[in-house]
């Protein structure tokens, strides 16, 4: 079993910036993609970054402004996030994938952290 803790999150002003970290244990890193997810009030979860070996995704709204990566000799993943707006507040997940490529789709991610809260003032 793999367990995802997330931390980073927080509040913070209209162009501001954040970095959100994802610690992996229970399984080798490398053999997991890893993506970002994010839920606000009253919307469904969805995709923001994914990441698999190097290769990197993005949904269209956060392109330029966030970054994805990983570092497998900490089994962690990063969302560094800059440029935020109100519309990115959410519950920001991180989850793990067996697949081992990109992925967007929320129903192919096997692992799931517990979330943390991203609020941008205006």
């Known amino acids: 079993q793999v367990q995802l803790v997330e931390s980073g999150g927080g509040l913070v002003q209209a162009g501001g910036s954040l970095r959100l970290s994802c610690a992996a244990s229970?399984?080798?890193?490398?053999?997991?993609?890893m993506g970002w997810f994010r839920q606000a009030p009253g919307k469904e979860r969805e995709f923001v970054a994914s990441?698999?070996?190097?290769?990197?995704y993005y949904t269209e709204s956060v392109k330029g402004r966030f970054t994805i990566s990983g570092d497998n000799a900490k089994n962690t993943v990063y969302l560094q996030m800059n440029s935020l707006k109100p519309e990115d507040t959410a519950v920001y997940y991180c989850?793990?994938?067996?697949?081992?490529?990109?992925?967007?789709?929320?129903?192919?991610?096997?692992?799931w952290g517990q979330g943390t809260q991203v609020t941008v003032s205006a």
């Open positions: 990441w698999s070996g190097g290769s990197t």
């Open positions: 229970g399984r080798t890193f490398s053999d997991l993609s």
């Open positions: 989850a793990g994938s067996r697949l081992r490529v990109v992925v967007v789709i929320a129903d192919l991610y096997h692992y």
